[in-house]
T-cell receptor, first 118, second 109 residues
């Protein structure tokens, strides 16, 4: 089954404790991205990647890191989480031909990760 | 940047009713998608529809790109249709989906 998976689905952690949220897709997509969703602010892009070893900042990159060492994986790293990073996080992917490396194509979202930082 | 507005913001309907959700966008787009966010927070792809009309069961969507709007039709609503419906677009020169403000749909048994 074609899908985007994220782990963990739920996480409660404390301020300053490094964490990684994994994202994997099995559709051989080149384009991947991370979003966060907050009440009243909607979904905002954190980082995106057009291909392996190619990443770039989205609208709200502060406090986050990403890496793209393999085409299928795009982990989101919070080096020192803070309470303002409490949010619902989504990973997304799309195929990478044509417009802007794939952003113009249908994007598929993972199930989301609910992160609480206390 | 591009503005994406959805209407109505909230909609409460009896089971079995039909509804039309609207998405207006302020600039030409390369991609338009409709999503359903269920009560558990998952974003479900409904349609990829930069232009034209598509149907999938009780749901259908139409995008008139030249007039910068899209419509999502839900017929014979069921309680499982409850949730928030988002349209999202990619405008030329951008690298991300820009989401609309959403329509919260509540279907009452």
């Amino acid at each position: 089954e074609a899908q985007v998976t994220q782990n963990p689905r739920y996480l409660i952690t404390v301020t300053g404790k490094k964490l990684t949220v994994t994202c994997s897709q099995n559709m051989n997509h080149e384009y991947m991205s991370w979003y966060r969703q907050d009440p009243g602010l909607g979904l905002r892009q954190i980082y995106y990647s057009m291909n392996v070893e190619v990443t770039d900042k989205g609208d709200v990159p502060e406090g986050y890191k990403v890496s793209r060492k393999e085409k299928r994986n795009f982990p989101l790293i919070l080096e020192s989480p803070s309470p303002n990073q409490t949010s619902l996080y989504f990973c997304a992917s799309s195929r990478g031909q044509g417009w802007r490396g794939g952003v113009g194509y249908e994007q598929y979202f993972g199930p989301g990760t609910r992160l609480t930082v206390t | 940047g591009i503005q994406v507005e959805q209407s109505p913001p909230d909609l409460i309907l009896q089971e079995g009713a039909n509804s039309t959700l609207r998405c207006n966008f302020s600039d030409s787009v390369n991609n338009l998608q409709w999503f359903h966010q269920n009560p558990w927070g998952q974003l479900i792809n409904l349609f990829y529809i930069p232009s034209g009309t598509k149907q999938n069961g009780r749901l259908s969507a139409t995008t008139v790109a030249t007039e910068r709007y899209s419509l999502l039709y839900i017929s014979s609503s069921q309680t499982t249709d409850s949730g928030v419906y988002f349209c999202a677009v990619v405008d030329f020169g951008n690298e991300k989906l820009t989401f609309g403000t959403g329509t919260r749909l509540t279907i009452i048994p």
